[in-house]
């Protein structure tokens, strides 16, 4: 059974919702799932999982959410991630979404396969949740 760690910050619910559409998908397709608010999360909840996948919206000029998950992410830069396979999530309002693939780029400079990554305006669509659960599947796989 595969391990499979969801790391995230809200603040306005959007990013939860995606968090919640993976989990359950990853659960629903045979993954161990642990699903942290980043407050609650520990280096551990990464380095002993499968695959990863972490959420925030865009914040501060187009940057992850600064105050927890910016220091969280930032743990990860000298551990030896071998290729773990990553999704990236989240949600952004009065920017285009760049910060997903700045913050995609960082990952993979850090070790991590990053294999898919999902950026919302504002609330996610339909689609966009059916596309969060596509990603849940993948990391369960």
Do not use: C
């Given at each position: 059974?595969?391990?499979?760690?969801?790391?995230?910050?809200s603040?306005?619910?959007?990013?939860?919702?995606?968090?919640d559409a993976?989990?359950?998908?990853?659960t629903?397709?045979?993954?161990?799932?642990?699903?942290?608010?980043?407050?609650?999360?520990?280096?551990?909840?990464?380095?002993?999982?499968d695959?990863v996948?972490?959420g925030?919206?865009?914040?501060?000029n187009?940057r992850?959410?600064?105050?927890?998950?910016?220091?969280?992410?930032?743990?990860?830069?000298?551990?030896?991630?071998?290729?773990?396979?990553?999704?990236?999530?989240?949600?952004?309002g009065?920017?285009?979404?760049?910060?997903?693939i700045?913050?995609?780029d960082?990952?993979?400079d850090?070790?991590f396969?990053?294999?898919?990554?999902?950026?919302?305006?504002?609330?996610?669509?339909?689609?966009?949740?059916?596309?969060?659960?596509?990603?849940?599947?993948?990391?369960?796989?």
């Amino acid at each position: 059974m595969k391990k499979v760690s969801i790391i995230y910050w809200s603040n306005g619910g959007n990013v939860e919702v995606l968090a919640d559409a993976i989990a359950a998908s990853a659960t629903e397709n045979g993954a161990q799932v642990t699903i942290k608010h980043v407050t609650d999360a520990t280096v551990e909840d990464v380095m002993n999982a499968d695959s990863v996948a972490f959420g925030s919206p865009s914040m501060d000029n187009n940057r992850i959410e600064q105050q927890e998950m910016e220091p969280y992410i930032n743990q990860f830069k000298l551990l030896p991630n071998n290729g773990k396979k990553l999704v990236l999530f989240g949600s952004y309002g009065w920017d285009e979404g760049q910060f997903i693939i700045d913050w995609s780029d960082r990952m993979k400079d850090y070790g991590f396969d990053v294999i898919d990554i999902l950026a919302v305006k504002e609330s996610p669509s339909d689609a966009q949740i059916e596309k969060a659960k596509m990603l849940g599947e993948q990391l369960a796989k």
